[in-house]
């Protein structure tokens, strides 16, 4: 999954972001309430572990915007308060769970496994690459209702591209999509994964296509 995390303290911030990223999901990392405003505005994402305690916006008002514009995305709300009365302000907000300072690192991950298992979080969304299928909700690759087996980082490379429509995705932008934003790592990585995934995809005539100085793009069959 990829999981947006909002959190002012640096340590715990990079804690749950190690945690998180050991587990298989890309993690954009944030550090204040104005800025996950933006970022949940614009980009995608699959779950958001939310701070109340936060520099500009708290917590809540970021969750309550989300809700006002019917955002269904689900959220885990963090606070060092323990009280029924902020539990109670944080559901009535639209959070889908609590978690209360200091907590294990071991009940994050499942909480994070538990909303990920529920169903109605968001509708099953799949594509059509030709002979494949890309459920990119789970995400999985099929052949003819066959998992095709293939690696957590280029599946999460194969889902940004498949999403973009055939429209070329900049290397940057993959980077963010696989490792999360702000991950340090270098952009050369991008050039292993879409060698590694090409070649699995050529015998269903799916392609990755270079568009020099812009990005790649997907191309299936008909």
Do not use: W
């Not at 050529?202 to 997907?218: E, K, P, Q, T, W």
Request: charged share 30%.
């Amino acid at each position: 999954m990829r999981i947006v995390l909002v959190e002012d303290n640096q340590s715990l911030r990079k804690g749950i972001t190690y945690r998180l990223t050991d587990d298989g999901h890309a993690v954009d990392a944030l550090d204040n309430g104005d800025d996950a405003d933006q970022f949940l505005k614009q980009e995608d994402c699959d779950l958001v572990i939310l701070d109340i305690n936060l520099p500009g916006r708290d917590g809540l008002e970021v969750l309550a915007d989300m809700r006002r514009r019917s955002d269904p995305r689900p959220v885990i709300l963090l606070t060092a308060r323990s009280t029924t009365q902020e539990r109670v302000a944080g559901l009535d907000a639209g959070a889908d769970d609590y978690l209360v300072k200091p907590f294990e690192m071991d009940e994050l991950a499942a909480r994070v496994r538990a909303l990920a298992r529920r169903k109605d979080v968001a509708p099953r969304r799949t594509v059509d690459l030709g002979q494949l299928t890309l459920d990119v909700e789970a995400p999985q690759l099929l052949h003819r209702g066959e998992a095709v087996e293939v690696p957590r980082r280029e599946l999460s490379l194969l889902v940004a591209l498949a999403q973009a429509g055939g429209t070329p995705v900049a290397k940057e932008t993959l980077l963010d999509k696989v490792y999360g934003v702000g991950s340090g790592t270098d952009d050369k990585v991008v050039e292993v994964y879409v060698s590694r995934l090409r070649k699995r995809l050529a015998r269903y005539d799916v392609s990755i296509r270079v568009h020099r100085g812009i990005g790649y793009a997907l191309i299936a069959s008909s």
